[in-house]
T-cell receptor, first 113, second 113 residues
Framework: GAVVSQHPSRVICKSGTSVKIECRSL??????MFWYRQFPKQSLMLMAT?????????EQGVEKDKFLINHASLTLSTLTVTSAHPEDSSFYIC?????????FGSGTQLSVL | AQSVTQLGSHVSVSEGALVLLRCNYS??????LFWYVQYPNQGLQLLLK??????LVKGINGFEAEFKKSETSFHLTKPSAHMSDAAEYFC???????????FGSGTKLNVKP
């Protein structure tokens, strides 16, 4: 089956630093990738939709200057959390669309100290 | 706009008992519906999906769901629960273009021995 690789799985950083999370589709080309944020015991909140070669579309309330998304190729999308604050601590999950199916990465637990 | 409501944030069943996880959707146009399972600190795995055709869909691990338009429901069932079914389950909805996926708040399934 299709595989989406997300790295790192866990990252701890200091407040004010930037963190980059990578999402790769390993065996298929994903024209669309999605980034979600999941708070403890809550559902996935769609942050942005990323299409290869174009600017990401952010959901209402998501700061595009804080959460930078780059979809440079059909197999790679990155999310950079800039000037991270403790309230940015969360579980971030990427997903890649292939036809009618959505495949998920294993998630990144971000902890900002 | 589309939305999903999952009734019951926690469901507990005995091993071997019927599993029923409820999902109701709201959509102004025919929806595509999905059930995903999430194990701790992991991404989501697709259990099953409904797009068109037969309203009773079978998925992996013995799960199935029935699309009932009149009730705007897509409940997930399994005749006999197994300990390995303990996880969190999310219902999701999208439209024919798969541009966005919206998730319910999730239901945590606990299976008692």
């Amino acid at each position: 089956g299709a595989v989406v690789s997300q790295h790192p799985s866990r990252v701890i950083c200091k407040s004010g630093t930037s963190v980059k999370i990578e999402c790769r589709s390993l065996d298929f080309q994903a024209t669309t990738m999605f980034w979600y944020r999941q708070f403890p015991k809550q559902s996935l909140m769609l942050m942005a939709t990323s299409n290869e070669g174009s600017k990401a579309t952010y959901e209402q309330g998501v700061e595009k200057d804080k959460f930078l998304i780059n979809h440079a190729s059909l197999t790679l999308s990155t999310l950079t959390v800039t000037s991270a604050h403790p309230e940015d601590s969360s579980f971030y999950i990427c997903s890649a669309r292939w036809g009618e199916k959505l495949f998920f990465g294993s998630g990144t637990q971000l902890s900002v100290l | 706009a589309q939305s999903v409501t999952q009734l019951g944030s926690h469901v507990s069943v005995s091993e071997g008992a019927l599993v029923l996880l409820r999902c109701n959707y709201s959509s102004s146009v025919p929806p595509y519906l999905f059930w995903y399972v999430q194990y701790p600190n992991q991404g989501l795995q697709l259990l099953l999906k409904y797009t068109t055709g037969a309203t009773l869909v079978k998925g992996i691990n013995g799960f199935e769901a029935e699309f009932k338009k009149s009730e705007t429901s897509f409940h997930l069932t399994k005749p006999s629960a197994h300990m390995s079914d303990a996880a969190e389950y999310f219902c999701a909805v999208t439209l024919y273009n798969f541009n966005k996926f919206y998730f319910g708040s999730g239901t945590k399934l606990n299976v008692k021995p």
